[in-house]
């Protein structure tokens, strides 16, 4: 199993650019997400999905927009880039399984954007 | 929203040393995990914790979830536990976020 993939993991925008980060699991998991890594700032919700079909606002959703595409597939666009948009953007998807009394998110290898 | 403090922030070791880090949290939660980022940014589960005490290999972790804190503690530490410790709690009510504390950078020398 790959795990968590994203794709790209480098990238460089011009402010008022577009793109789309790539993100696919092949756990199976229902739940994803999309954080965003500054320096000391830990790791902040950018949103959600609890399951396919759904997607819900985290903390800092400005700016983002998302699309659960299927079960494996959830990508995060920025419309118009900005500086401070600069940062570390993590995809990570979630089992958890009460019975076992187990709750775990794997994360990807993250991709480093930069907006000039 | 809930506060979630990390203590120390920085923290260096001499190869075989013990640790403690320490996670505070504000309110009442029904989840709360551990995770290690190495030096590479990769990011790894540590422990679904809480409540309780769970213990792997090295590693332990106690939640007491009246008192609000978390405990990591990191025995006979080796130079590839360097990297960054993150404590992270969800709220109750079954919420799928989960709020991340800014983290307690572990460097551990030869």
């Known amino acids: 199993n790959a795990g968590v993939t994203q794709t790209p993991k480098f990238q460089v925008l011009k402010t008022g650019q577009s793109m789309t980060l790539q993100c696919a699991q092949d756990?199976?998991?229902?739940?994803m997400y999309w954080y965003r890594q500054d320096p000391g700032m830990g790791l902040r919700l950018i949103y959600y999905?609890?399951?396919?079909?759904?997607?819900d606002k985290g903390e800092v959703p400005n700016g983002y927009n998302v699309s659960r595409l299927n079960k494996r597939e959830f990508s995060l666009r920025l419309e118009s880039a900005a500086p401070s948009q600069t940062s570390v953007y993590f995809c990570a998807s979630r089992t958890r399984r009460s019975f076992q009394f187990t709750d775990t998110q794997y994360f990807g290898p993250g991709t480093r954007l930069t907006v000039l | 929203g809930i506060q979630v403090e990390q203590s120390p922030p920085d923290l260096i070791l001499q190869e075989g040393a013990n640790s403690t880090l320490r996670c505070n949290f504000s309110?009442?939660?029904?989840?709360l995990q551990w995770f290690h980022q190495n030096p590479w940014g990769q990011l790894i589960n540590l422990f679904y914790i809480p409540s309780g005490t769970k213990q792997n290999g090295r590693l332990s972790a106690t939640t007491v979830a009246t008192e609000r804190y978390s405990l990591l503690y990191i025995s006979s530490s080796q130079t590839t536990d360097s990297g960054v410790y993150f404590c992270a709690v969800g709220l109750p009510g079954g919420s799928e976020k989960l709020v991340f504390g800014k983290g307690t950078k572990l460097t551990v020398n030869p």
């Open positions: 309110d009442s939660v029904n989840n």
């Open positions: 999905s609890a399951s396919e079909g759904t997607t």
């Open positions: 756990m199976n998991h229902n739940s």
